[in-house]
């Protein structure tokens, strides 16, 4: 168990590693041996990370609170502001991300599970806000799927360098029997399954695929995904990349193109739960995207980061993935669009809910759980 606090200056850069740090065990890699340090510990269910200039790192926990960790502690009182959440099962307060213009207007993005108004279940929507003073202020809400069901939130939030948020809706556990081309997921007029492009503010951008045409959602970007958990502008060529759960085998890495339907659930690589019985037609067709990498068995794929900082120099222009069911991260060494390699990295350490890169260079990790350990935020230091 690693329980080594970090402090952290204001400006947001370590010190130098601490003498607890140092004495965490190395862990080898091809390119960078490593220590994985704590950073807080005592959060109920982290889902998503955000660095902060001057610092302060954001998590949300799942059932509805929005943390602080500055200085190495973990702050006692949540942030006020934060809209009210359906925490069942996979619902919940979810992705944390703030406006690449935080510095000048403080805005966060917030994704949660949103109670459905005059029935049951709850949807997936974003709100941003000001974060100010430890409070969240001027909150509005930018986007409310059209959707329902029991979980596969989806949730991950992501901004390009041209004032665009992506967000991922899962496919909220539709069944997948039956006529599979008629899911909810293959289906335009709902936001089951769908990434979605928005401006900033909420508004659908006039040139996303789908503006005008009859009985499409005109904020849809592409379709036919089952739960994307992880999501990344890549920050020099502005590729968009997503990873999406399978069922019991066959999770996704994606490059996500604009009108493109990605099969699910006509297509796929995974199997029934339990019974271990085909769903899919196969794994390709035409029409449908094929994905660049595939997870069989499953890891769980959950939280993702293109890496671009000096800490590990080796490991730059690489994708990290984590993983829940796995408790894996892993390493994805990229040529252009396509990936040539993999390494796992921080084995069974826990369920990988988040993966970010901070603004002081190191690799942040959101533990889920970790069996009987406290749940926690690590992050990954090179070893010398």
């Avoid at 409310?144 to 949730?155: I, K, L």
Wanted: net charge negative; hydrophobic share 35%.
């Amino acid at each position: 168990m690693f329980r080594n606090t970090l402090a952290l200056c204001t400006s947001g850069l370590v010190l130098g590693a601490s003498a607890a740090s140092a004495q965490a065990p190395v862990m080898p890699s091809v390119h960078h041996d490593y220590r994985v340090v704590t950073v807080a510990e005592g959060l109920e269910h982290p889902w998503g990370i955000a660095s902060l200039p001057g610092g302060d790192m954001l998590v949300t926990e799942r059932p509805g609170r929005l943390r602080i960790i500055r200085n190495g502690s973990l702050l006692l009182d949540a942030v006020p502001g934060v809209p009210a959440v359906l925490a069942q099962g996979q619902g919940g307060l979810l992705d944390v991300v703030p406006h690449p213009d935080f510095e000048s207007n403080r805005l966060i993005y917030l994704s949660f599970s949103k109670p459905i108004e005059g029935g049951e279940g709850a949807t997936t929507a974003v709100v941003r806000g000001r974060f100010e003073n430890d409070r969240l202020t001027n909150v509005e809400e930018i986007f409310e799927a059209v959707s329902r069901g029991r979980g596969h939130y989806g949730s991950r939030i992501a901004f390009d360098g041209s004032g665009h948020v992506f967000i991922t809706v899962g496919d909220r556990q539709a069944p997948s029997t039956g006529d599979l081309s008629a899911h909810p997921a293959q289906d335009l007029s709902n936001h089951h399954g769908t990434t979605i492009r928005l401006h900033d503010d909420g508004r659908v951008p006039a040139d996303n695929p789908f503006v005008g045409r009859a009985g499409a959602l005109p904020e849809i970007w592409s379709y036919g995904h089952r739960n994307a958990q992880g999501l990344a502008v890549h920050p020099v060529t502005g590729d968009v990349w997503s990873n999406e759960h399978g069922p019991q085998g066959g999770d996704e890495v994606n490059l996500v193109k604009a009108g493109l339907n990605y099969g699910w659930p006509v297509v796929g690589y995974g199997v029934n739960y339990r019974s271990g019985t085909a769903i899919h037609e196969g794994t390709h067709r035409d029409d449908m995207e094929a994905p660049v990498h595939v997870w069989v068995p499953s890891i769980a794929a959950s939280g993702m980061m293109i890496y671009t900082g000096t800490r590990f120099p080796g490991w730059q222009g690489d994708m990290f993935v984590g993983g829940l069911a796995g408790e894996q991260l892993a390493r994805l060494e990229l040529d252009g669009t396509r990936i040539v390699n993999e390494e796992t990295l921080v084995r069974g350490m826990g369920r990988i809910r988040d993966v970010r890169q901070g603004l002081d260079g190191y690799i942040y990790l959101a533990i889920d759980h970790r069996g009987g350990e406290p749940t926690a935020i690590v992050r990954l230091e090179p070893a010398n």
